[in-house]
């Protein structure tokens, strides 16, 4: 993923594989980062990224 790329819900939501509700619970909780553009949510991608890492880090312990 390139860190600079700005995804929105659905590409962020392929990209984790995971369902729409999903993804708002990690953004209303602030495990994953996203900034609002006008009305227009969006997730860098290196959040995706870091959120991954974290997780893998915790699975490892």
Do not use: C, F, N, W
């Not at 594989?17 to 602030?30: E, F, H, N, P, Q």
């Not at 969006?42 to 974290?54: E, K, T």
């Amino acid at each position: 993923m390139r860190g600079d790329e700005l995804l929105t819900v659905p590409e962020a939501m392929a990209r984790l594989k995971i369902g729409r509700s999903a993804l708002y619970d990690l953004l209303r909780t602030r495990r994953l980062a996203s900034l609002t553009i006008s009305r227009a949510r969006r997730i860098p991608a290196h959040a995706l990224d870091d959120y991954v890492q974290r997780h893998l880090e915790q699975a490892s312990r």
